[in-house]
């Protein structure tokens, strides 16, 4: 077995930038902060860049840790993802008090976590990638200490996190009991052989539930809109998109590709999971009075689009799946950080009625928002349209009708809600003022970048259809 | 004479089923994170049950990465543990309601 570690390197890179800035932030005045953002960008785009250059890189630790094309592409996101949340963080961090430097090496460290849970190619490895990323955010979701719900936050996810993780690795040792190994290839040799079938199924399940908590999968999700409120907004934005989109990849990873064929067991379970969350996520999204709260159950709801994507599985399934993480993170990101431009001091400003005659005080963070709120429910022709699209066609196409009507059905309840926002901005008067660009610059960049991003996903999505489908291609 | 593996099995999805209760019932945040080390715990028996049965040595290399695991998780823990009890002087979960369920 030739030693080959190049798999490994995006991950490396990843810990040496968040090492690099813990030790920077020793030696840095508290004026002088802001080069710590640019190194944690720029360790962030060498570790994208590192794994573009070595894509496709033979598997290191013996085929345990992959660097296809897939794991290239979900880092890709990852790095993005965190980049942005930095970005929209800088200001928002500094008023609350917050440790600046921890607080970025702690997004880098558990963007390493993400690198690993996509690049796992063996169950145990899949699971230190998500502790390593759960537990830094465990931690993120704490950071504002002053902040009483900031730590109630944190505890309950932590607690919850925690349960889960009981649960998914008591599916693994299952599945170590019945196939003899935790790597997924050998698990899928050992699927075509004789097997000790009870074992294996009450281990599927398992893991299925341990993932359903990460992803906030209904009735796994009671603990979202609690977490996500009381966490520092880009925290929550952070949350919402890069931890659900690790935990897709590793759903993808493992029961798209690996366990195809135990396909008839587990799908049944998704399909009602992909209902219930679908439906409660969007009914209970309009009783909020709380944009912030309403954004965490949309969280929720989407994490149920995407379900339906795993149901219907194959190819087409997994393109529209990974091109609806990419559309999904950037109007979510973009809606957190119009809600973390509304804080002022020691208040969050993230109710419906803060909102109020933003359109006429900041008509840019208006104007994004009003299409962040739009491409959340799928208006054409932004991205959350084309994604929806790509689902429920994927949907259809598998013969899951039935789950493509109920998911449109879903999409009109939400319009309500997310229209309210519309409706607020520049329909009434009041509400609190919002960061200028002079105040937030950052911000306003975050915010720019995933408006241009959402409408260009809307209209032109075919670079990214094709990067998913190489993607998926890639999965050996 | 060997114990058959199902002992094994029995007793450590006996000793996960009292973690999961404990979380579940139990009103005191210590107790919870106490359940939730039982849990892991009885994981770690299953794997090392299978491991010997099956001869292979993974299943116990496991359990280290486990065991470390556990081990920052219950860092974390008692760390936000103690940082909400600093606001709170008490640590029975159903106090905490500035976040409405």
Redesign the interface.
């Known amino acids: 077995m030739a030693a080959d570690y190049v798999a490994l390197l995006p991950a490396a890179q990843m810990l040496v930038a968040a090492i690099v800035v813990l030790v920077l932030d020793l030696f840095t005045p508290a004026d002088e902060k802001g080069v710590l953002v640019w190194t944690s960008l720029a360790g962030l785009a060498l570790s994208a860049w590192v794994a573009l250059r070595f894509r496709g890189a033979e598997g290191a630790f013996g085929n345990t840790l992959l660097l296809d094309g897939f794991a290239v592409f979900f880092i890709l996101v990852f790095a993005v993802v965190a980049a942005l949340t930095i970005l929209m963080s800088v200001q928002y961090v500094r008023e609350s008090g917050i440790r600046e430097g921890e607080f970025y090496v702690l997004i880098l460290l558990s963007a390493v976590g993400m690198i690993i849970m996509a690049s796992a190619n063996d169950l145990i490895l899949f699971f230190i990638g998500l502790e390593t990323m759960s537990i830094a955010v465990y931690v993120l979701a704490g950071m504002w200490r002053s902040r009483a719900e900031s730590a109630e936050s944190a505890m309950k996810y932590f607690l919850i996190g925690a349960f889960a993780t009981g649960f998914f690795l008591y599916g693994i040792a299952l599945i170590y009991g019945a196939t003899g190994s935790t790597h997924l290839d050998r698990i899928a040799e050992a699927l075509g052989g004789p097997q000790a079938a009870l074992l294996l199924t009450a281990g599927v399940f398992l893991v299925l539930v341990g993932l359903a908590f990460k992803v906030a999968a209904a009735p796994f999700h009671f603990w979202v809109p609690d977490v996500y409120d009381g966490a520092p907004t880009p925290v929550t934005a952070f949350m919402a998109v890069a931890v659900k989109a690790a935990a897709f990849a590793g759903w993808a990873r493992i029961f798209l590709h690996q366990w195809e064929p135990l396909r008839d067991e587990w799908t049944p379970a998704v399909k009602a999971l992909a209902i219930l969350t679908m439906t409660l996520g969007n009914v209970l999204a309009v009783t909020q009075s709380s944009v912030k709260r309403m954004l965490a159950y949309s969280s929720i709801a989407h994490a149920g689009y995407l379900m339906i994507a795993l149901v219907a599985g194959g190819e087409v399934g997994a393109q529209a799946l990974l091109f609806y993480v990419v559309s999904y993170a950037a109007m979510t990101l973009g809606a957190f950080a119009v809600v973390a431009a509304l804080k002022a001091d020691d208040r969050e400003g993230a109710a419906y009625a803060d909102f109020a005659g933003l359109g006429y005080r900041k008509p840019f963070l208006a104007m994004a928002m009003s299409l962040f709120m739009l491409s959340l429910a799928g208006f054409p022709p932004l991205a959350g349209f084309t994604g929806k699209f790509y689902l429920f066609r994927a949907a259809v196409a598998a013969g899951h009708t039935d789950l493509a009507v109920i998911g449109v059905l879903n999409s009109l309840v939400s319009v309500f809600y997310y229209l309210r926002v519309i409706l607020m901005m520049y329909m009434q008067e009041g509400g609190v003022e919002a960061k200028s660009f002079r105040g937030a610059p950052y911000l306003y960049a975050a915010v720019g970048f995933t408006a241009v991003a959402t409408v260009y996903l809307g209209i032109l999505p075919t670079g990214a259809l094709y990067a998913s489908l190489g993607a998926i291609a890639s999965l050996r | 004479m060997q114990a058959p593996i199902e002992y094994y099995?029995v007793l450590s999805a006996v000793l996960?089923a009292i973690?999961?209760a404990g979380?579940v019932i139990r009103r005191d945040?210590i107790v919870?994170?106490m359940s939730?080390e039982l849990?892991?715990n009885?994981?770690n028996l299953?794997?090392i049950?299978?491991s010997r049965f099956?001869g292979?040595v993974?299943?116990q290399v496991?359990v280290f990465?486990?065991m470390t695991?556990a081990a920052?998780?219950a860092v974390?823990?008692l760390?936000?543990?103690i940082?909400?009890f600093?606001?709170?002087q008490t640590l029975d979960?159903r106090d905490?309601q500035?976040?409405?369920?």
Do not use: N
Not at chain 2, 98 to 101: A, G, I, Q
């Open positions: 099995l996960f973690g999961v979380v945040v919870i994170l939730i849990m892991l009885a994981v299953t794997f049950a299978f099956m292979s993974e299943g496991i990465f486990v695991v920052a998780e974390v823990g760390a936000i543990v940082s909400v600093r606001f709170r979960p905490m500035l976040l409405k369920w």
